[in-house]
């Protein structure tokens, strides 16, 4: 990082670019002799009472005694993208949005109010994609009342690290006691080379099983359910064009399963589980080439999928596919304090 003119380190940053990228340069311990150097780079989310707070590309916030600055700039909103398809944020967040969709939303401005009783964070939390049309604290009051009528705790969906994610809301809500209970990568990649694999995995492509609908054997390997109810199917089925996938297994449950949605160019993965016994054996990866295959034939050209954070199986499988992260998204939650 280049923070000098003319030999001189600057800080080039100031209050009014709270809501930018910088790359700051702070001294690691103020108060030790000699003391060494070190960068953060991120959103600038406030300045005051002379502490900087920059949240990273993780979604990690980092405060900064502004007596510890000794240079910052302001630097490009998003790095350069050198591999995979090329997509905006707001682009990539709707199309996540319409492939795992709720019962029931309310707009709020431009915030997506979504319920569906509770199953999946995603489908019961706030979308907010630009305003809500009203001061922050008062949209919030409307989100709490929204959930709590329903039931639900009151879950926020926000995005760290790209160009128009949202940092700055973030902050805002860890300001207001709201804290951040789960953090996923969302990877893009080219969806041409999911379809052809190679050779060697032709043999367990074929005991793929398409369908449109997820029977009672794939919900019965699907993780994140104990019953099938409305809801449930109802999330799962939900998008423009959804594909179910399955590899038959002894006693009626598959040893694999994974569904996909198709929505324009994009092609989203999601639910891709494999039964532990029959691991290491491309099972996932023939799912998702059967899957890859059939939104080709729909006219998609790019991949999605979201992984957590430390699932570092599922990273590095989706790594030697060719997936490559394009931001970071968290769950907030709403802290009610104790009477």
Same mark, same amino acid.
């Given at each position: 990082m280049e923070f000098t003119t003319g030999g001189r380190l600057e800080v080039r940053i100031t209050p009014v670019d709270v809501g930018k990228r910088v790359s700051v340069r702070q001294l690691?311990? $103020?108060?030790?002799?000699?003391?060494?150097?070190?960068?953060?780079?991120?959103?600038?989310?406030?300045?005051?009472a002379g502490v900087l707070s920059i949240t990273q590309r993780s979604g990690v916030s980092v405060r900064i005694p502004e007596s510890a600055l000794v240079a910052g700039k302001t630097v490009p909103a998003a790095p350069a993208r050198r591999r995979g398809p090329s997509a905006t944020f707001p682009e990539l967040a709707r199309a996540m949005a319409r492939a795992w969709q709720p019962m029931e939303s309310e707009q709020l401005g431009d915030w997506q109010l979504r319920a569906a009783a509770g199953f999946t964070r995603r489908a019961n939390s706030v979308l907010p994609l630009g305003d809500p049309g009203r001061p922050l604290d008062e949209a919030l009051e409307r989100v709490h009342a929204w959930y709590a009528e329903r039931g639900l705790p009151a879950y926020m969906q926000l995005a760290t690290g790209y160009e128009g994610t949202q940092e700055v809301l973030a902050?805002?809500? $860890? $300001?207001?006691?709201?804290t951040r209970e789960v953090t996923a990568l969302v990877r893009t990649g080219a969806l041409a080379p999911l379809g052809d694999p190679g050779r060697p995995l032709e043999d367990a492509v074929s005991r793929v099983t398409l369908s449109r609908s997820c029977d009672a054997s794939w919900l019965a390997r699907y993780q994140r359910i104990t019953t099938p109810d409305p809801a449930v199917l109802k999330v799962l089925g939900s998008g423009p064009s959804t594909w179910f996938a399955s590899v038959a297994g002894t006693g009626g449950v598959p040893v694999a399963i994974g569904r996909c949605v198709t929505d324009g160019r994009w092609a989203g993965f999601m639910a891709v589980e494999v039964?532990?016994?029959?691991?290491?054996?491309?099972?996932?990866?023939?799912?998702?080439?059967?899957?890859?295959?059939?939104?080709?034939?729909?006219?998609?050209?790019a991949a999605w999928l979201q992984v957590e954070e430390d699932n570092t199986g599922a990273r590095a499988l989706y790594d030697g596919m060719g997936f490559r992260t394009h931001h970071s998204y968290h769950h907030y939650r709403q802290h009610i304090p104790t009477a």
């Open positions: 690691a311990n $103020e108060a030790a002799p000699g003391a060494k150097f070190t960068d953060t780079v991120g959103v600038l989310t406030s300045w005051d902050a805002s809500l $860890e $300001e207001r006691g709201w039964d532990p016994a029959a691991r290491r054996q491309g099972l996932a990866s023939a799912v998702m080439t059967a899957l890859a295959r059939r939104a080709l034939d729909e006219g998609a050209s």
